[in-house]
């Protein structure tokens, strides 16, 4: 079955870090582009984080860039998002999505709450 | 990375045709074939509408379309559903390293 499945969220205090990872199937994964996509509660969607199949390239929003690291382990047909030093505002259910130029397969999200 | 602009909400009748339009610069919208739509229903993931303007997945019926002018990108749904009634968002590359932005979203209403 082709799918995104996203895992690691969880609820972590202002300052701490968490790991997310998304785990593809049923497409070859490193003919890909990824990103992570978030949407915080009753809001839109906000582009996080982008890499190209090879690592090549990447890309942040402005308010995550400094915090937030992006990678991707081809092997294991994996994408990551490293969060560090956490903020109320990253509050969000947080998507991958699959593509270069557009996203045409998404996960169901994982939800990264921060809180104290 | 100024999110693009879109209407908060539109609306029209079961049959007929509603059109939202997705403004930006010519540094997203403008300067780009890249411009895509996102249907998202409630509780669920987006699903991909609409890419690089006006072109369809396989998934998509033809009454939704795209089109752009400018930088200005419209999405129209024609012969409209009560299935239609989403939340749609426009996306649109933004430059170099992998840069994008999305709009605010509007939530289609079918009366």
């Known amino acids: 079955e082709v799918q995104l499945v996203e895992s690691g969220g969880n609820l972590a205090q202002p300052g701490r870090s968490l790991r997310l990872s998304c785990a593809a199937s049923?497409?070859?994964?490193?003919?890909?582009?990824m990103h992570w996509v978030r949407q915080a509660p009753g809001k839109g969607l906000e582009w996080v984080s982008g890499?190209?199949?090879?690592?090549?390239?990447?890309g942040y929003a402005d308010s995550v860039k400094g915090r937030f690291t992006i990678s991707r382990d081809n092997a294991k047909n994996s994408l990551y998002l490293q969060m560090d030093s956490l903020r109320a505002e990253d509050t969000a259910l947080y998507y991958c999505?699959?593509?270069?130029?557009?996203?045409?397969?998404w996960g169901r999200g994982t939800l990264v709450t921060v809180s104290s | 990375q100024s999110a693009l602009t879109q209407p908060p909400s539109a609306s029209g009748s079961p049959g007929q045709s509603v059109t939202i339009s997705c403004t930006g610069t010519?540094?997203?919208?403008?300067?780009?074939?890249?411009v895509s739509w996102y249907q998202q229903h409630p509780g669920k993931a987006p699903k991909l509408m609409i890419y690089?303007?006006?072109k369809r997945p396989s998934w998509v019926p033809d009454r939704f379309s795209g089109s752009k002018s400018g930088n200005t990108a419209s999405l129209t749904v024609s012969s409209l559903q009560a299935e239609d009634e989403a939340d749609y968002y426009c996306?649109?590359?933004?430059?170099?390293?992998?840069?994008?932005?999305f709009g605010g979203g509007t939530k289609l209403t079918v009366l």
């Open positions: 999505a699959k593509g270069r130029w557009f996203f045409d397969l």
């Open positions: 049923g497409i070859t994964f490193d003919d890909y582009a």
């Open positions: 890499i190209t199949w090879d690592s090549g390239d990447i």
């Open positions: 010519s540094s997203d919208v403008g300067g780009y074939y890249y």
């Open positions: 690089e303007i006006n």
């Open positions: 996306s649109s590359y933004a430059g170099s390293n992998l840069d994008w932005v």
